[in-house]
DNA sequence: CGGCTTATTGAGCAATGCTCAATAGTATGC
DNA sequence: GCATACTATTGAGCATTGCTCAATAAGCCG
């Protein structure tokens, strides 16, 4: 087995496993035991546990941006909708998983210079980037955009909250986010 | 030291080192040494070294929301006002404690049957309750103030941000966030 | 085949979560 | 004031686990 694969593999495991408990709780025994290689071999691939998990969550992040890309060619208020949509229908299927990425976090430094990185909030940061693009925005609207992007996330896993559901369908949901963010656009930047 | 006293004493503890670390970083070790017990005590006060962290996010949680609650006859749009000055001059302040809190956050059971408690999301529930009831909003409005409240935690977040901060003061943000709120109201709850 | 690189192992160390029987210290009932 | 019951507290000890390192196996190129 290749070391690309290899990696691929050990990462597959971690997304898998990471959906049922909190990242730090997967211990690299259980790892190598499902790859079936030795407890040694995980520190030629990753240099510690937390750098393992922290390569694991990226992960996790770039297969939930990936899903949201909205199709080529499609720009403004329809790209806006696709993202919303899939975004809702992403976190309606695999709640867990989502829960687990945005809360289930590995810790963030207290002082920002660190070396690890945000990537529940880098990924706020790309899906409110997709959405910029897609409308057009400029910089200053940036941070509206970014706590847009909260908002619907907090609403979506509220719509999927078991026992809470309130409305049948995603559609209204999806409707009551995509007619918010030009009326928040319309508010002005809090600056 | 009685038993109330030691238990406030080690809370007190993981409320200090929870700020630089992520929590399950803090072992009882760790803990133990500092209050000047042995290890095994503190399994006489927590179960279990997760049962602890729990206690310990928990209590920064009461912590975070006995700080918000507006002042005694203030309600309506002031008392929105003075929650938000307060949530956005608490993240100021201590963006480090409130960052750990949401983000550095013991991770949720996949199934939500769990006897675990989600404390991030709680408090949010926490917060619009407090919001809902200045407000005088009913049931079907609290999905859309929870959001909101997502939606300022996440400005206030950025607010902070080392380097990146729009605007001196935080007046405008806490303008731009209360402004918002009957605004959202208006466009109707997304069911 | 021989030599180089590297993926892989396995032994071993130290930290740590956790258990449990023993102890010390305190309050209570007489 | 004494004995009893209770519990806060300890310390030893076990198993897990993060991590290191020297040794080995396995490919690859000449």
Same mark, same amino acid.
């Given at each position: 087995?290749?070391?690309?694969e290899r990696r691929r593999q050990l990462l597959g495991i971690g997304l898998r496993k990471f959906v049922d ?12 035991? +499902?790859?079936?290689?030795?407890? $040694?071999?995980? !520190?030629?691939?990753?240099?510690t546990k937390t750098a393992y998990h922290e390569a694991v969550v990226a992960a996790a992040g770039r297969r =939930? ?10 720009? $403004? ?7 919303? +949509? ?14 687990? !990425? ?7 430094? /207290?002082?920002? %210079? ?15 980037g997709l959405v910029c693009t897609a409308m057009g925005y400029a910089a200053p609207l940036t941070p509206v ?6 908002? =619907? ?14 409305? /049948?369908?995603? /559609? ?18 809090? %600056?």
């Amino acid at each position: 087995m290749t070391p690309e694969e290899r990696r691929r593999q050990l990462l597959g495991i971690g997304l898998r496993k990471f959906v049922d408990r909190p990242v730090q709780e997967l211990s690299l025994d259980e790892v190598a035991a +499902e790859a079936g290689v030795s407890r $040694g071999l995980l !520190f030629h691939y990753f240099p510690t546990k937390t750098a393992y998990h922290e390569a694991v969550v990226a992960a996790a992040g770039r297969r =939930v941006l990936r899903t949201l890309r909205p199709d080529d060619g499609v720009t $403004g208020e329809a790209a806006v909708r696709q993202i919303v +949509e899939r975004f809702v229908a992403q976190v309606d299927r695999r709640r867990g998983f989502y829960l687990a !990425f945005v809360y289930g976090q590995i810790g963030l430094p /207290a002082g920002a %210079a660190g070396p690890r990185q945000d990537v529940a909030i880098g990924l706020r940061r790309n899906i409110s980037g997709l959405v910029c693009t897609a409308m057009g925005y400029a910089a200053p609207l940036t941070p509206v955009v970014h706590a847009w992007v909260a908002y =619907v996330e907090d609403l979506a896993l509220q719509h999927t909250e078991p026992g809470t559901s309130w409305g /049948a369908g995603t /559609a209204p949901l999806v409707d009551h986010c995509v007619a918010l963010l030009p009326v928040l656009v319309a508010l002005g930047p809090p %600056a």
